[in-house]
């Protein structure tokens, strides 16, 4: 599977110090988007790709593989089943809501 450019150029923001400064794991995500700086379509891109990983065709260790192949530097597997779905889950709910703002 060809990994988005739009998908990489977010991920890299997830370094070992993504989650640092932030209250809440959707401030840290809003904040690797706004670093990311993708236009409209870009966030188009990711949203799609986002929907075919957490579409349930991929198990948790194909997922992980994704994610760090797509240059994120920190791991999406926990102890809990499905949580890299449910991770990749919150990066789309959270562009839908900045999307839904940015609209109004």
Avoid at 1 to 18: H, N, R, S, T, Y
Avoid at 52 to 68: F, H, M, T, V
């Amino acid at each position: 599977m060809q990994i988005p450019e739009e998908f990489g150029k977010l991920c890299v923001w997830f370094d070992q110090d993504w989650g640092w400064g932030h209250e809440t794991a959707e401030q840290a995500i809003e904040d690797a988007l706004s670093n990311a700086n993708l236009s409209v379509a870009q966030r188009n891109v990711v949203r799609a790709y986002l929907d075919e990983l957490a579409s349930g065709k991929y198990n948790d260790e194909e997922l992980e593989r994704i994610w760090r192949k797509s240059g994120a530097g920190v791991s999406i597997l926990t102890d809990r089943k499905g949580n890299p779905a449910d991770f990749l889950r919150g990066i789309r709910s959270v562009i839908d809501s900045l999307d839904r703002r940015s609209a109004h």
